[in-house]
């Protein structure tokens, strides 16, 4: 189950606070026809089937009436993976009987006291800034004190070694520019006489919520695909260096790395059980996840308070600070190591749309926007920004940064008419992105 740390709090914009759940829940889940979806994306519950239906169904000739819902026996409890995931918390909130199976602190600490236990197991934990930052503010002092402090309570609980996010996020952004900058120049070539262009299709939507990602897939289906971004997330990034590099360089292999990701959103567990992000092992069949275990901020920090660990006093070792993922060989798409517009990017939600944005101005009009050049205005509300490039008093290039489901079927819609505006879209699961989900560590 998720741990104690999980709340629900105002879902008002996560879809509709009652869910479609999107497997089918012991076989008694009515099939949905894709003619039946709802255009705008919305889903609703649906009802379990009778008993009579079942048998309807089977070819079964049913002596008596199909029984109504409310004399149908309660239903027993069901266990639904992260694979299965919708991330609508609507079975969260309309279904108790539901449980759900989750990365967890329980699976982090057994993992620590196996490592303590002798043998190959190294435990890496990966930190976002954005989680350090939250529990910086939940214990009143500098970031950079507390991502100390934080490394030094994680390696007391056992862990090897501890890295920030950081480093991969540059990377993930200036992959995110160069895809954007090379779908661009496809959609400009003109296809060969009698032949459709193949070019990967525009505007580019951002895949780095997990959250937002499920819900194309399972909501949306294929026709929305091809608008996904194909870069990894800061998460995924760390994920392939730690399993990689940094195993390589510490003798063992990546099946003996065990890579907890402390993130500020619950939906990255989601993104860490995805098949994508799996390694092979060599001479086997079988795969491994990049990423074994996601804790959300408040799981951590509900975990360091059962641990008696405080990160407003000192902690030995807090000097030693973080370790240094050993950085890829090969840069990706050829901007990392060139982008001197990265240095300018800001850290947090809408850092994509930025990034982007820099980056087409770059390598497409070699224009450099200065630090601070960028300015959005709000659409129809504040989750909705919008920006653009203008190059000779002629506006090149379009971008947003959409948040909250509410505003994502907006988006959906318009797509599906054609009517998208934007060469580039940042989409985030959470009103206000990031900073807006639930993990936050106080409350």
């Known amino acids: 189950m998720f741990s104690g740390a999980v709340k629900i709090s105002d879902i008002s914009d996560f879809i509709h606070p009652s869910q479609d759940c999107v497997v089918s829940i012991g076989g008694t889940k009515e099939a949905i026809l894709t003619s039946e979806l709802d255009e705008s994306g919305m889903v609703q519950v649906q009802r379990p089937r009778t008993a009579g239906a079942l048998q309807k ?55 620590l006291e196996e490592a303590r236990a002798g043998g190959h197991l190294r435990v890496a934990i990966s930190l976002s ?7 910086a503010v939940a214990a009143g002092q500098a970031p950079a004190l507390t991502q100390s402090r934080l490394a030094a309570a ?18 993930a952004l200036a992959d995110a520019a160069a895809e954007a900058v090379g779908r661009l120049r496809a959609a400009a070539r003109s296809p060969r006489a009698g032949e459709e262009s193949a070019a990967p299709r525009l505007p580019v939507l951002a895949s780095t919520c997990p959250g937002w990602v499920c819900y194309a897939e399972k909501t949306h289906g294929a026709w929305v695909l091809p608008f996904l971004s194909r870069t990894k997330s ?16 510490e003798g063992v292999a990546p099946e003996d790395v065990f890579h907890c990701s402390i993130m500020p959103c619950f939906d990255k567990k989601l993104e860490a059980s995805r098949e994508d992000f799996t390694l092979g092992i060599e001479g086997s069949s079988r795969r491994v996840a990049e990423t074994d275990c996601v804790l959300a901020t408040a799981e951590v920090a509900a975990l360091l308070q059962e641990r008696g660990l405080r990160l407003d006093s000192p902690l030995p070792g807090e000097e030693v600070g973080l370790d240094t993922v050993p950085r890829p060989a090969s840069p990706g798409r050829g901007l990392v190591g060139r982008a001197g517009w990265m240095g300018a ?37 504040p989750d909705i920004q919008e920006t653009s490039l203008d190059v000779a008093s002629k506006t090149v290039f379009r971008a947003a940064a959409i948040y909250g489901f509410r505003n994502i079927q907006g988006l959906m819609r318009r797509l599906r ?9 940042e989409v985030m699961a959470c009103p206000s992105g990031g900073a807006g989900g639930l993990s936050s560590a106080w409350g």
Not at 154 to 171: C, I, M, N, Q
């Open 234 to 249: 800061a998460q995924a990034v760390t994920a392939s260096l730690i399993k990689g590099s940094w195993a390589a360089g």
């Open 129 to 135: 800034p954005q989680s350090v930052v939250s529990l």
């Open 57 to 111: 169904d089977a070819g079964a000739q049913a002596a008596a009436p199909v029984a109504t819902l409310g004399a149908h026996p309660p239903p027993s409890p069901v266990t639904i993976s992260l694979n299965d995931c919708l991330a609508c918390s609507g079975c969260i909130t309309s279904a108790e009987t539901v449980l759900l199976q989750a990365q967890s602190t329980a699976q982090l600490l057994g993992k």
């Open 345 to 381: 990017v800001h850290a947090g939600s809408g850092s994509y749309m930025e990034a982007v944005l820099r980056g087409v101005a770059s390598e497409l009009h070699g224009v450099e926007l200065e630090e601070g050049t960028l300015v959005t205005q709000a659409g129809r509300n």
């Open 154 to 171: 994680l390696r007391a609980l056992g862990a090897h070694a501890v890295f920030s996010t950081a480093p991969a996020r540059d990377l």
């Open 417 to 425: 008419l054609g009517k998208c505006p934007y060469d580039y879209v």
